[in-house]
């Protein structure tokens, strides 16, 4: 079992930044693929960045470069950097952990947080 926390989320203006955490507990941290996905009202979940238990980066294309993803494993902690934020960014964002495989499928995730909640404003 895994237990994962979000926290970081908040309300910005457009062109501003906020980061996310994700505290992990419960497994080894260390041998996990850790994904970061949002969820607007009335939309499918979708994916935003993961990173593997070696460090290799994905991100989806539409987000220019202006989020960053990344891991602490001695604190147990993947953070997810978003710059430049607009409107369409607004979501529940999520973390999410396997300890199967490297990929962006959300289906294929084990572990799920409850979410934190972003709000971009005009």
């Known amino acids: 079992q895994v237990q994962l926390v979000e926290s970081g989320g908040g309300l910005v203006q457009a062109g501003g930044s906020l980061r996310l955490s994700c505290a992990a507990s419960?497994?080894?941290?260390?041998?996990?693929?850790m994904g970061w996905f949002r969820q607007a009202p009335g939309k499918e979940r979708e994916f935003v960045a993961a990173?593997?238990?070696?460090?290799?980066?994905y991100y989806r294309n539409f987000l220019a470069g202006r989020f960053t993803i990344s891991r602490d494993n001695a604190k147990s902690t993947v953070y997810l950097q978003m710059d430049s934020l607009n409107p369409e960014d607004t979501a529940v964002y999520y973390c999410?952990?396997?300890?199967?495989?490297?990929?962006?499928?959300?289906?294929?995730?084990?572990?799920w947080g409850q979410g934190t909640q972003v709000t971009v404003s005009s």
């Open positions: 999410a952990a396997n300890f199967k495989e490297y990929t962006i499928d959300p289906n294929a995730y084990e572990y």
């Open positions: 990173i593997s238990s070696t460090g290799t980066l």
């Open positions: 419960g497994r080894t941290f260390n041998n996990a693929v």
